[in-house]
């Protein structure tokens, strides 16, 4: 569900909603790895801008472990090298807390689709890419994947 906070930027189809991650691109992704999308520019955007991201995963082979989580990473630009965000998982299942922007809490079950959202915090102004670590105790199911991303800025305080 959408959070009621935010006004959604359309992007060219107007839907709000861009296409991060292809089930191509999710399927098969092992536990403990991480996939790597393709750059985005946000230079130039509203400093109270957030991201809104939506994860659909297919029907789990076998059941992701209870209360596990994929993690979401918003990963800058280093001079347009990317390689020791992904070199770093690879090798020693390191990630840089400070590209850490969320994560999708996965239920125990193998019966049909999750779909989980998560509101993050401000975006950095620039170049970056969004990273996702599967973090499940599983590989990722073979169909059903996606993840979708939209921008919005805040409507107001919902404080009392």
Known sequence: MADPRLINLPDASGSGWIEVFTNTDISGSLNGSAILSG?????????????????TTGTFVSAPTADSLINLHLVPS???????WIAGISASNYV???????????????????????VTSAV???????????????PMPA???????????VRGSTAA
């Open 39 to 55: 750059e985005y520019n946000w230079s130039g955007q509203p400093i109270n801008t957030l991201m809104e991201f939506m994860l």
């Open 78 to 84: 280093m001079s347009g090298s990317y390689e020791d």
């Open 96 to 118: 840089p807390a400070t590209t850490h922007r969320g994560a999708f809490l996965m239920r125990a079950q193998t019966t049909g689709a999750q779909i989980k959202t998560c």
């Open 124 to 138: 950095f102004g620039g170049v970056f890419k969004v990273g996702l670590v599967n973090n499940t105790g599983q």
């Open 143 to 153: 169909a059903g994947n996606t993840l979708k991303m939209r921008s919005g800025t």
